[in-house]
């Protein structure tokens, strides 16, 4: 079955320090995978997906085919990234559709 | 380029009562997908539309349906209004819907069923 899981509800941590945020899927077939960021009272937007393999607002994010992980770092936090992060399986049949891990709720203190 | 926008913005329906929500994808996009998202369920997958015609379904009951008209704009029906189904529901579009593609979406429209 497809599966998207992000382990963590919540991820608090001071700024500057290091952020990971865990991702992990399930598929079968060749992954293309995610990351949506909602900031408060925002829509869902893109943060960066794997294909593209860049850098959004310092956040990077590895496939790692062996681990099944697409986990989501960055280097120094900073107050505004602090926002709801979701990971997402793109799957298609015949048709797109995002398989959506539960999200992670992103929190850093100044 | 405008985004995607959905309409209205917030709705309160009672038991039982059907609704009708709207979405307009961007421009040139003609591959549009809905989504729920719930506090307990998270962001669940309700369909995804092509030219006027539905490619995928996910696992909602049949009082869940939409279409898409020939401009790409698409609607989505919800009959028989149970207390479950208030949530926020997204919109989201993209270009054709295939392999690789970023699916952008709308702000949602808020149904709270009392």
């Known amino acids: 079955a497809q599966r998207v899981t992000q382990p963590e509800k919540l991820l608090s941590v001071f700024k500057g320090a290091p952020v990971e945020l865990k991702c992990n899927y399930s598929?079968?077939?060749?992954?293309?995978l995610f990351w949506y960021v909602q900031y408060s009272r925002q829509r869902l937007q893109l943060l960066l997906r794997h294909i593209s393999r860049e850098s959004i607002k310092g956040f990077t994010a590895d496939l790692n085919k062996g681990e099944t992980s697409f986990h989501l770092k960055k280097p120094f936090a900073q107050e505004e990234d602090s926002a709801m992060y979701y990971c997402a399986l793109l799957i298609y049949n015949q048709g797109g559709k995002l398989i959506f891990g539960q999200g992670t709720e992103l929190s850093v203190k100044p | 380029k405008a985004g995607v926008t959905q309409t209205p913005r917030y709705l309160i329906k009672t038991r039982g009562q059907q609704v009708t929500l709207s979405c307009s994808p961007i421009s040139g996009h003609r591959s549009v997908s809905w989504y729920q998202q719930t506090p307990g369920q998270g962001l669940q997958f309700l369909f995804e539309y092509f030219s006027e015609t539905q490619r995928n379904k996910g696992n909602f009951p049949g009082r869940f349906s939409g279409r898409q008209f020939s401009n790409s704009r698409s609607e989505m029906n919800v009959s028989t209004l149970e207390l479950g189904d208030s949530a926020l529901y997204l919109c989201?579009?993209?270009?054709?819907?295939?392999?690789?593609?970023?699916?952008?979406f709308g702000p949602g429209t808020r149904l709270l069923v009392l």
């Open positions: 989201a579009s993209s270009l054709t819907g295939t392999w690789g593609e970023t699916q952008y």
């Open positions: 598929y079968s077939g060749s992954p293309e």
